[in-house]
């Protein structure tokens, strides 16, 4: 009895268990495609007996002619069904970062290599489709939703490509699994959080008292500037680039402490407000560094230092 109920297990496991993910292209071959009559389909099988077996009984002539007339339209149906599916390439395309709670898109590209049309082609996974036509040697990009639970790396799982053309009598369908993934960041803090004060170093950070700096001058323009500080004016005037100085401005250098955050959070609270300070600091154009236990990220500016940290904070602890 044991040995059935594992034997039982191991098929299913086989069958509908995970897989390993597909490198590179994947190719729809024969074996790989399924098919089987839809709800209308069976619908339209058992009609078809009705209407056989009425001609049968009463010896309709021209019963006979419509039951095989519609008999070989459905037989007709298969071979297109299974024709729009099978012999497709589907190649992984971009997934860009999320944040927790959102969700991932996965791009998918499907080409269709062969001299003919592809109609109704769906992606779907968990519920979620999306559907492209296929012109003739052509191909097209359809993004597979994806709910990103939790930090980390994402991957889309086994997505399902199916048809019903052209009449939707049959369903055929395809099981792949690309070998892609999602970096998925922690979700920020929800709470209007201060930034932690500014300990001395070198940078700038601009003073909480607002109107009390003096301008002081113009600087060429470097990609850690804040855009608020642009001179617009000159450069719409097509004097390039160039910063505004202000002078009474605090020498500080920003540093993200794991330490300076309150003891009674969890790991995953830290990192939701450290991913909230660092959008902060982004936004506010300033000098920021990062320190986790383990890891330290020298302070920085600019969208490089912002993805490297949401970087560290995703796979930190994984």
């Not at 009425?54 to 299974?82: D, E």
């Not at 994806?146 to 048809?163: D, F, K, M, N, Q």
Request: aromatic fraction near 10%; hydrophobic fraction near 45%; glycine fraction near 10%.
């Amino acid at each position: 009895m044991f040995e059935k109920i594992l034997s039982r297990s191991q098929l299913y496991l086989a069958f509908f268990g995970p897989r390993k993910p597909e490198p590179g292209t994947i190719f729809l071959r024969q074996n790989r495609v399924y098919i089987l009559p839809t709800r209308p389909g069976l619908a339209f099988a058992l009609a078809l007996g009705v209407m056989l077996i009425g001609s049968i009984n009463y010896n309709l002539s021209l019963g006979y002619i419509l039951t095989f007339l519609l008999a070989s339209m459905g037989l007709v149906a298969i071979l297109h069904t299974f024709r729009n599916l099978v012999h497709l390439h589907i190649s992984p395309g971009r997934a860009e970062p999320v944040f927790a709670g959102k969700t991932a898109w996965f791009e998918l590209f499907v080409e269709n290599r062969s001299g003919y049309e592809r109609s109704a082609i769906v992606l779907w996974r968990e519920g979620k489709a999306t559907q492209c036509d296929l012109a003739a040697a052509r191909g097209a990009t359809g993004s597979v939703p994806v709910a990103a639970e939790r930090r980390g790396w994402l991957t889309p799982g086994r997505i399902t490509l199916e048809t019903r053309f052209p009449v939707g009598l049959l369903r055929a369908w395809s099981y792949i699994q690309p070998d892609m993934r999602c970096l998925v960041y922690p979700k920020p803090d929800d709470g209007m959080l201060p930034l932690p004060e500014p300990s001395g170093g070198v940078g700038e950070k601009r003073v909480a008292s607002g109107g009390s700096d003096d301008f002081a001058g113009l600087r060429q323009y470097q990609v850690s500037d804040s855009p608020r500080h642009i001179h617009w004016k000159a450069a719409a005037r097509g004097q390039g680039l160039q910063t505004k100085v202000f002078s009474g401005r605090a020498a500080a250098e920003l540093w993200l402490d794991w330490s300076a955050l309150p003891a009674h959070l969890d790991l995953e609270s830290k990192l939701s407000r450290l991913t909230r300070w660092v959008l902060a600091a982004d936004q506010e154009g300033l000098r920021y560094g990062l320190r986790l236990p383990g890891v330290e990220l020298a302070p920085d500016a600019g969208e490089p230092q912002r993805l490297a940290c949401l970087r560290e904070l995703a796979l930190y602890g994984l």
